[in-house]
């Protein structure tokens, strides 16, 4: 994962629901080009975060340490943008487990800023056994840095 998307998870319920934060800042780097004089951050990268917290919250839900797998985007349904994201505001983001079956599940995402609802999807990942040392000590950092301040931390990767 080379864009992290979350700035920090703020609440985790295994199997049902998570929370994240995501702040924009005029320094991040999309907002010189997306747009000048109308700095807002790109729809594409809302949906990243998107998948990266229903990621997170079904990979902390379904691995155990004799088996462990990676969610895959794979669908996006629904898909709605209410209002931007500018710089100074905080994302705040939370999912909930909407359906699990044997190899995918759909998470719902609704996103907010102070108070106003931002966007709503439903995605749905495939979940896949992934042969990679490398993605696995990859997600395990970026989950520590994301959840660092939960108590307890979840040793589930």
Known sequence: MRYFM???VTALNPGESAAAVKNISLSDDVLHDHFPDYPIFPGALVVEAMAQLGGFLLEMSINRPEMIRRALLAQIDQAKFYRPAEPGDQILLYAQMAEQMVDAARVKIRLDISGEKMALAKLTFALREIDSEKIHQ???????LWTRHLKPVPQIL
């Open 6 to 8: 979350l700035d920090r």
């Open 138 to 144: 990859q997600r395990r950092y970026v989950y520590r």
